[in-house]
C-alpha cells in the first residue's frame, strides 16, 4: 500500500493507486481508488486505456510522418476519406470554430492541426476502460487535462488548477464527482494557442480552466476561450454547463458559470 | 510573480434566463495576508440591498465611508448564492460570497459543476490535499519537474 501523502490538513484521505506512461508527447496519469487500484482488472484497463491512446497519437499526430494528420497536411489524403474517428474529430474541430467566432481553429499557423481537439476526445474516450471497473473511482490526467469520476459513495477527487505564474502552486481546488476539467494558458509551452480570427497570440489571459461533463468539450472550450483573451471571459459567462477558473493576465483571479445546461 | 494575495474586486450576478454568476478576485498590493476568511466579515449597519445587474461590471463604489453591501441572494440550481462587498474609501475592499450552494454531499454527487474555491497564495500544494493537476500543457520533458509529477512518485510504488 502506498503511503497517505500531500495531507498537510490532516483530512483522511485515502492515497489512491497511481501509473503513469508517456503518450502523445506528455504523460498521462490515472490515478485509483476504491474496490480495483492494484489488481489484475485494474492493470488490465490501465493497460487498455495507454494502448487508446498511443493508437490516437499514431493517427493524430502531426509529428509523425504517417499519421492521417500528416498525410492530410501533404494532400495525400482527403479529410473526407480518412475514417470515422478523423470525421469526429473535424466535426468537433468546426463545432468550436463555429461557436467561438473563429478563435478556436483546426488550422492555426496555416497548417492542418487537430491537436486542440485530439487530447481531450482521446483521453474521454479512453476512459471508458475505467468506468468498466466496479466500485472504484478513477482520474485520468493527460498534460494538465483530464476526466475523473469518484467511486459510488466515494470522496470526490479534489483537482488542484495550477497557478500559471507559479508552477508548482496552485490557484484553486475543485471537487470532481463526475466531470472533466481543462486547461489551457500559457505557462509550459509558451505561446503554442493562437486567436485564429488574427493569427496573434491572445493576450490579457494568462489561462483558463474549464469544467464540464465532457473532456472533450471541457478542452475544446479552455482552448477557445484562451485564443479569444479578453474576449473569453464573457464567451465563457454564455456557456451552457460550463464552469470556468480563469487567470488574468495581472494575476486576478475569475469563476466563470454558464448558465444551467437545459434539462434532459 | 508570487505576490500577496486577497480576493477582492468585482462580484457580478447576471440573471438570464438561468444564472450566470461571476465572481471577481484580484491580487492586491495591500499586504500579505491571510485566506480570504469568507463568513467573517460581520455586516455592517448601513447594510443595503442591492440587485445584480447583468454582466461586465465593477460594483459601483462611490463615497468614501466605510460600507458592506449585500447582494440578493440569487437562487441557482445548486442553491442560493450570494456575495457581499466592502467598500471603504471609495474603492472595494473585499468581496465576500455569504451564502454558497453546498459543493459537497449528496448535491455534489449529481453536479459535476463544482465552483472552483481559490486558495491562499501563501498555501502550497502540500498543504492542501489534491490527487491532481489541472494546467497548462506540459510536455513530458516538462512533466519531470512538475506538480503532477511530484503526486505521482508519491503513490507510486518505489
Known amino acids: ?264 | 510573480m508570487v505576490s500577496p494575495v486577497r480576493r477582492i474586486v468585482v462580484a457580478v450576478m447576471a440573471t438570464l434566463s438561468a444564472v450566470t454568476l461571476l465572481f471577481g478576485y484580484r491580487t492586491s498590493t495591500s499586504g500579505p495576508d491571510t485566506t480570504a476568511a469568507a463568513a467573517s466579515t460581520a455586516r455592517s449597519p448601513g447594510t443595503t440591498s442591492t440587485t445584480g445587474g447583468t454582466t461586465g461590471g465593477t460594483a459601483a463604489a462611490s463615497g468614501t465611508g466605510a460600507t458592506t453591501v449585500t447582494g440578493d441572494a440569487a437562487q441557482t440550481r445548486y442553491g442560493p448564492v450570494q456575495v457581499q462587498v466592502s467598500v471603504s474609501g471609495g474603492r472595494i475592499t473585499a468581496v465576500d460570497v455569504v451564502q454558497y450552494p453546498d459543493t459537497s454531499g449528496k448535491d455534489q454527487r449529481i453536479n459535476s459543476q463544482a465552483i472552483p474555491q481559490l486558495v491562499d497564495e501563501t498555501i502550497s500544494a502540500q498543504s492542501s490535499r489534491i490527487d491532481m493537476v489541472s494546467g497548462a500543457t506540459y510536455t513530458s520533458e516538462g512533466y519531470v519537474t512538475s506538480l503532477q509529477s511530484a503526486l505521482d512518485r508519491a503513490g507510486l510504488p518505489s
Do not use: Y
Not at chain 1, 180 to 191: I, Q
Open chain 1, 1 to 264: 500500500m502506498s503511503a497517505p501523502v500531500l495531507d498537510g490538513a490532516g483530512a483522511a484521505a485515502t492515497a489512491p493507486a497511481r501509473f503513469v506512461a508517456h503518450v502523445m508527447g506528455t504523460a498521462v496519469s490515472l490515478a485509483l481508488r476504491g474496490r480495483h487500484t492494484g489488481d489484475g482488472a485494474a492493470r488490465d484497463a490501465w493497460a487498455a486505456v495507454v494502448a487508446d491512446l498511443r493508437r490516437a497519437d499514431a493517427l493524430f499526430s502531426p509529428w509523425r510522418a504517417n499519421s492521417l494528420v500528416s498525410r492530410i497536411g501533404r494532400g495525400e489524403l482527403a479529410p473526407a476519406d480518412a475514417g470515422p474517428e478523423m470525421a469526429e474529430v473535424l466535426a468537433i474541430g468546426a463545432a468550436a470554430a463555429r461557436g467561438s467566432g473563429g478563435a478556436f481553429t483546426l488550422h492555426p499557423r496555416g497548417r492542418f492541426d487537430p491537436c486542440g481537439v485530439v487530447k481531450g476526445w482521446a483521453v474521454e474516450r479512453a476512459c471508458t476502460h475505467l468506468r468498466a471497473l466496479d466500485d472504484t473511482g478513477w482520474c485520468l490526467a493527460a498534460g494538465g487535462d483530464l476526466q475523473a469520476r469518484a467511486a459510488d459513495d466515494g470522496e470526490p477527487w479534489r483537482i488542484g488548477i495550477e497557478d500559471p505564474a507559479a508552477t508548482g502552486r496552485i490557484v484553486a481546488t475543485v471537487p470532481v464527482v463526475d466531470g472533466a476539467v481543462a486547461t489551457s494558458g500559457s505557462a509550459h509551452r509558451g505561446a503554442h494557442v493562437v486567436d485564429g480570427r488574427t493569427g496573434a497570440t491572445p493576450s490579457g489571459i494568462a489561462q483558463v480552466s474549464v469544467l464540464d461533463a465532457s473532456l472533450t468539450r471541457a478542452d475544446v472550450d479552455a482552448t477557445a476561450a484562451f485564443a479569444l483573451g479578453e474576449d473569453g471571459v464573457e464567451w465563457l459567462a454564455h456557456r451552457a454547463g460550463r464552469t470556468a477558473l480563469v487567470v488574468r493576465s495581472d494575476g486576478a483571479a475569475l469563476t466563470v458559470r454558464g448558465p444551467d445546461p437545459a434539462d434532459g
